[in-house]
């Protein structure tokens, strides 16, 4: 993300913010990665899995949590804002992925 110091331009977020996505933490995606590299399962094998938490959480919650951490290191984001652009045809509102796949074969 992108944030802005006090004279330039806000981040721009999707749409109005509450759009939310299930994330993933670096971890997730590492600790998926071994798992899939070290199964013994034989459905395993040669698959693809979705990675993420299981959860869905909303743009403006996640950029309130990375400018409540970032902020502490770059005081000038404290007066960050997020300006908000129009929706697009095509847009997904709400994504959860699907994890039960790796849940069961990982």
Do not use: W
């Amino acid at each position: 993300m992108n944030f802005k110091q006090a004279d330039q331009p806000a981040y721009r977020h999707q749409r109005d913010g509450e759009t939310s996505h299930d994330f993933c933490y670096f971890e997730n995606a590492i600790q998926a990665n071994l798992l899939a590299a070290t199964s013994s399962e034989p459905g395993a094998v040669n698959q693809i899995f979705n990675v993420a938490v299981g959860d869905r959480t909303p743009i403006n919650e996640l950029y309130a949590t990375l400018k409540t951490s970032l902020t502490q290191s770059f005081p000038h984001l404290s007066a960050a804002t997020p300006m908000h652009q129009d929706f697009r045809a095509g847009d997904v509102r709400h994504s959860l992925a699907d994890i039960g796949k790796g849940q069961a074969y990982l």
